[in-house]
């Protein structure tokens, strides 16, 4: 039954994995470019609007299932490998990988919140003033955007550093050593 169990959490793991790395790569590759498109502005934000949202909800419910499934495999990992108690955490491969995936982690959980909440709004509300004929100069819409796809480009990039140590700490003849 263990197995069982530690296979249902890794598969629910990859799965937030998908949820949120795969909406990253939507929008960066096929939505922003084809947005630009759409010629009305208005229409183009009022899209821009509801997919941003919709593509939010689906990348929070992956970082749900991540937390999930990864407190479940951590609090599980010396009982499913059979690594003795008297083994300090940090003194494995599996430890510090984990300790810096973590922190990789939290750092990019800060980026999507600050593109999510301040900086993709500050944008798309610039684009919107735009395209409402207030005065607002295509300088002021550029550093939106650049900030904006600044912070959402580094937190892709964490998220697929982070799936290379999710990779290494499943190689449990490497991350098994001592440090």
């Not at 909440?117 to 207030?134: D, K, M, S, V």
Request: aromatic share 12%; charged share 15%; glycine share 6%.
């Amino acid at each position: 039954m263990d197995n069982f169990w530690h296979i249902f959490f890794i598969w629910v793991h990859i799965l937030g994995v998908a949820l949120l790395v795969g909406p990253q790569f939507f929008m960066a590759y096929a939505w922003i470019p084809a947005s630009r498109n759409i010629d009305d502005l208005r229409v183009r934000v009022k899209a821009m609007r509801t997919i941003t949202r919709r593509f939010g909800y689906v990348g929070g419910a992956g970082i749900v299932l991540l937390v999930c499934a990864g407190t479940y495999l951590i609090i599980d990992w010396r009982d499913y490998y059979a690594v003795d108690e008297s083994v300090s955490f940090t003194a494995l491969r599996f430890g510090v990988v984990f300790i810096i995936k973590m922190t990789l982690f939290t750092v990019m959980v800060a980026a999507l919140a600050a593109h999510m909440f301040w900086l993709g709004p500050r944008q798309l509300e610039r684009l919107e003033a735009q395209a409402n004929g207030e005065r607002i100069s295509p300088d002021e819409v550029r550093r939106a955007r650049i900030a904006s796809m600044i912070t959402s480009v580094l937190a892709l990039a964490l998220a697929l550093a982070i799936m290379v140590m999710g990779v290494m700490l499943n190689s449990v003849g490497w991350s098994l050593q001592e440090v």
